[in-house]
């Protein structure tokens, strides 16, 4: 008798935020980058396509009303997430470590990373024009399958080596942060703008 079972597994999650205005969330974001002199100093001297105040302002829950509703709300996610994880966090909590804007014009991109100093990360989503990129992610064992033949173009989706999520606005996405992931470029004349952060295990 044959029996084949999958192990290892990466896990996915996707939901709606809650009730959070989107609108008001894309003026805010607007509003802090047109604001964020040193995000746009950072931005342009890295060669950071569009904007991200992830080097300037990653406390926003902390100085905008509109975030702290958010991350309000991407605490019962992460935490549903977590149980769905079977994490053992022996009695400490996962809580955000930071959270930051991300404003990606036509041709922005954001190449392949990974999130080293954190269990969770993700991104919530507020504006999605049609055209702007899905995000990618990479099997983690990539660089392992140095002598593996590639999977077929019709393989089942959690066999294959990367997979792309289309998320809608108002979507929130999280995975674990080892798992590489990347922005491919913005093919919309409007920008692509979301929210990213990380959940870190602490005392």
């Known amino acids: 008798m044959t029996h084949i079972k999958s192990l290892f597994v990466t896990r996915l999650y996707q939901a709606q935020l809650g009730a959070i205005d989107t609108a008001e969330l894309e003026a805010s974001c607007y509003s802090i980058a047109e604001d964020d002199e040193a995000g746009q100093e950072w931005c342009e001297k890295n060669g950071y396509p569009g904007y991200t105040s992830y080097a300037s302002l990653t406390d926003l829950g902390w100085r905008f009303p509109i975030f702290a509703e958010v991350v309000k709300a991407l605490d019962a996610h ?86 792309y999520v289309a998320p809608a606005v108002g979507d929130v996405l999280l995975w674990e942060s080892f798992i590489r992931h990347e922005v491919p470029m913005n093919m919309s004349e409007e920008d692509r703008i979301s929210v990213s952060f990380n959940y870190s295990w602490h005392g």
């Open 78 to 163: 992460v935490a549903a997430f977590a149980e769905d994880l079977e994490l053992d966090l022996d009695g400490r909590e996962l809580k955000l470590e930071d959270i930051w804007i991300n404003i990606l014009p036509e041709g922005g991109n954001h190449t392949g990373h990974i999130h080293p100093h954190s269990v969770i990360s993700g991104t919530t989503y507020v504006a999605m024009p049609e055209g702007a990129s899905a995000i990618k992610y990479e099997d983690p064992r990539l660089p392992m399958m140095m002598a593996s033949p590639a999977r077929r173009k019709d393989a089942r989706e959690e066999l294959r080596t990367f997979a």
